[in-house]
Structures are given as C-alpha cells and as structure tokens.
C-alpha cells in the first residue's frame, strides 16, 4: 500500500477545521493510507494508529467511550471535519446505516427479474438466481433433456449406460431424470410393461 507524510494531507484534503489541522500537524512526520476508503495514520509499515476520523472526533468531543462510533453525517468518509462527525452508539450508528440497496436482476435460468439486495450481490452478481430450484439447474454441469426428449431417447436408444454416455454422466444419473419426470422406466431397461 502507498505511503504518504501526513503532511502532504492538507494538499489532497484541504480544510480549515481546526481540530483536524490540530492532529495533521501532531502527525506530521508519520504516514497515512486509507484503509477501505478511511484516511488511517502509521509510523511504519506495521504499526496502526485510529482513524484520522476518530482522532478527529477525539480532538473536538473528547475520548470517545468503548462501543461508541464516529459518523460521517454528510457520509463522505475523507470529510474528517469535525462538524462532520456525530459520536453515537453502535445500535444508533447500525439503525443510520440500515438501509438497504436492491439490484434488479434477471434469472439467468428462467429469465424472471428478481430483487437481490446489494450485500448478498456484491461477491458474485452472475451466479444469483431467482430460487433454490433456479440455483439448481445453473448449477448442473450437463443440461438436461426435457421430459418428452428423454422419453423419445429411451424408447429408441433402449440402453441406460449408452444414454449416460451420450450426455457425460452416470447411467444412474438418466434413471434419476426419468424418475423426476416421472416416466416409465421399463420402456429403456427391457422391463416394458403391457
């Protein structure tokens, strides 16, 4: 990660907030980073001090009790000013921060659109679907014939283990489709019911 002197921070991030030119100019000699967009201060390439936010907030409302949050009101994280920052509980600082964004999404196994809230999309967007049964088929490493086709093919193939080849799985695997499908397994394995 890059380092930079804490000095250099009024060039990038000017301010005329006395509280944060205060703990600027303490920390002048040290290095700062920004850790998941927050402005962070360092000694060295291991040692980590608070955020220059709750140092801030330190300055102007005093030491900040165990389980207290700093909140960015205007929700700029690098706005460290400390008419920007509310000292609150985590319960009121969780309630603040409760809402939620949704993605509108279309179901790449049926095509129906779908709500996904953006905590549960952020990983991986492309491989969420609109159910458990969606999720499934996507899932499937073969794609399967529909039932009608699957019926066509016992009737003429007559082999569970050449259907299983023809499609890259198990016998078993076939006799599990049909089963689903409820169809008559004896048309395929010479059982044929009269």
């Known amino acids: 990660m890059p380092y930079t002197p804490v000095s250099q921070l009024n060039d990038l991030y000017p301010t005329d907030c006395p509280h944060l030119r205060a703990v600027r100019a303490e920390y002048a000699t040290w290095n700062w980073y920004t850790e998941n967009g927050y402005i962070r201060y ?3 390439s291991h040692e980590r ?3 220059e936010h709750q140092m801030v907030a330190a300055s102007a409302y005093g030491e900040i ?3 207290y949050h700093v909140h960015h009101v205007d929700g700029d994280i690098t706005h460290n000013d400390w008419s920007n920052l509310r000292v609150m509980t985590s319960a009121e600082h969780a309630t603040l921060h409760s ?3 949704y993605l509108v999404c279309i179901c790449p196994t049926c095509g129906k659109r779908f709500e996904l809230s953006m905590g549960r999309a952020k990983p991986q967007i492309e491989r969420f679907c609109c159910s458990v049964e969606c999720r499934g088929i996507a899932d499937r490493k073969v794609k399967r014939p529909d039932s009608e086709r699957l019926f ?5 193939v007559g082999n569970w ?6 499609f890259g799985v198990s016998d078993n695997a076939v006799r599990m489709w049909a089963r689903r499908y409820q169809l008559d397994l004896s048309v395929c394995d010479g059982r044929r019911r009269e």
């Not at 066509?152 to 003429?156: A, I």
């Not at 283990?161 to 023809?166: K, T």
């Open 42 to 44: 360092s000694r060295g």
């Open 49 to 51: 001090t608070d955020y």
């Open 65 to 67: 009790p165990q389980g």
């Open 99 to 101: 809402f939620t964004l």
């Open 152 to 156: 066509q093919l016992m009737r003429d």
């Open 161 to 166: 283990c050449a259907l299983g080849r023809m």
